[in-house]
């Protein structure tokens, strides 16, 4: 298998670096905000969620902890999985839901939790 090639992507609204990669057909979108503190990694997962829009793309989320206020948020509209990283943090990958995607409200990234 070779190596993943990660390219930088500019995302209007984020306060953290953005990449961008394909594996298979699906083109991903990756962010890491597991060095900021509340409201970044909502405010950055807003605005890569509005990425998402179709069944080929996918919108990865490296944070410090499982992020509640989001995912009481967005957890209707998007297909969610969540992975453990081996040194603590949390990896969550969030996939388009037909239908449901279209009615996230990703303009509101005021954190509730």
């Known amino acids: ?5 990660k390219e ?12 961008t990669y ?10 890491d905000t597991s060095k900021c503190g509340p409201p970044e990694p909502m405010v950055n997962a807003m605005a890569g969620l509005k990425l998402i829009d179709g069944p080929d793309k996918k ?8 992020p509640m206020g989001l995912l009481a948020k967005i957890e209707e509209n998007y297909q969610i999985e969540e992975e453990a990283l ?3 943090r949390v ?3 969030f996939g388009y839901k037909p239908g449901a995607s279209e009615q ?3 303009d509101d990234s005021h954190c509730e939790g």
Do not use: C, R, W
């Open 104 to 106: 996230a409200k990703l």
């Open 86 to 88: 081996p040194d603590g």
């Open 59 to 66: 919108l990865v989320m490296i944070n410090h902890k499982k």
């Open 1 to 5: 298998m070779s190596e993943i090639k």
């Open 22 to 31: 394909k594996i298979g057909e699906t083109q991903y979108y990756e962010f």
């Open 8 to 19: 930088p992507i500019e995302v209007p609204g984020a306060t953290v670096p953005f990449f």
């Open 91 to 93: 990896k969550l990958v």
